[in-house]
């Protein structure tokens, strides 16, 4: 079946910037949100933001504009992360809930790529 993966990730030290991009393996055919998620060691996965079918975004408050969703159509979407802190150091997920194809089979509901992992230092 299609699979989620992620790029991107890296470390950095805080004040710098990354941008994580996800993409599929196979296609999509229409989805409802998409997005990122994150899991710092220790704690529970966290959504980060997420974009909806009508291009509305949704930020967790910790990112307080940092951070910026976009996508390129049901292509490909990008989470641009600036001013980093340590406090963002996580394993970054990209997220979709949707129907994905590949080799003319369909996949339906919650898609999870495997992470990327971001690493923010003082």
């Known amino acids: 079946q299609a699979q989620l993966l992620e790029s991107g990730g890296g470390a950095v030290k805080a004040g710098g910037s990354l941008r994580l991009s996800c993409g599929t393996s196979g296609s999509i055919s229409e989805f409802s949100k998409m997005g990122w998620y994150r899991q710092a060691a220790g704690k529970e996965r966290e959504l980060v933001a997420d974009?909806?079918?009508?291009?509305?975004r949704n930020y967790a408050s910790f990112v307080k504009g940092r951070f910026f969703i976009s996508n390129d159509g049901m292509k490909r979407w990008f989470l641009q992360m600036n001013n980093l802190e340590p406090g963002d150091t996580a394993e970054y997920y990209c997220?979709?809930?949707?129907?994905?194809?590949?080799?003319?089979?369909?996949?339906?509901?919650?898609?999870w790529g495997p992470g990327t992992q971001v690493t923010v230092s003082p």
């Open positions: 997220y979709l809930r949707g129907t994905m194809w590949l080799n003319s089979q369909p996949t339906v509901g919650d898609h």
């Open positions: 974009i909806d079918n009508l291009s509305r």
